[in-house]
C-alpha cells in the first residue's frame, strides 16, 4: 500500500509532463527544423521562419517558468528549480540561439544547404 504521506508532485499531472517534454525535447527539435529550413534560404531576409524560430524560443523559455514556478520543476540532479536556475537557462538559451540564428543565415549566404 502506498504511503499516505508522500503527496504526488505536481510535475507528475499529465500537464507537468507535457510542458516538461515541451521544453526539453520538442521546442528544441523544432529550434533544430526551423534552423535548417533558414539556412536553406535566402540569406539575411526576415520570414515567418525567423519568427516561427524566436517564437519557439520564448515558448521554450515560458514553458520552463510554468515547468518552475507553478509544476513543482526540478533540475536535472532531481533537486526543486529555483529561480537561478530560471535565469541561468534563459540566457544559455537566448545566447545559443541567437548564435544559431546568425550562424543559420551565414550559411544561407554561402549556400552551403541549397
Not at 535548417?36 to 514553458?63: G, N
Not at 514556478?69 to 529561480?83: I, V
Request: glycine share 6%; hydrophobic share 55%.
Amino acid at each position: 500500500m502506498p504511503d499516505a504521506s508522500v503527496s504526488a508532485s505536481r510535475q507528475d499531472t499529465m500537464a507537468g509532463c507535457a510542458v516538461r517534454f515541451f521544453w526539453m525535447l520538442i521546442g528544441n527539435i523544432a529550434l533544430f527544423f526551423l534552423t535548417i529550413s533558414i539556412a536553406q534560404k535566402e540569406p539575411y531576409t526576415l520570414t515567418w521562419r525567423d519568427a516561427a524560430f524566436f517564437a519557439v524560443v520564448l515558448a521554450l523559455i515560458a514553458a520552463r517558468f510554468v515547468d518552475i514556478w507553478y509544476l513543482d520543476g526540478k533540475t536535472s540532479n532531481d533537486e526543486p528549480a529555483t529561480r537561478g536556475d530560471w535565469r541561468r537557462y534563459t540566457f544559455r538559451l537566448l545566447a545559443a540561439c541567437a548564435g544559431v540564428w546568425l550562424l543559420a543565415h551565414a550559411l544561407a549566404a554561402f549556400g552551403w544547404f541549397r
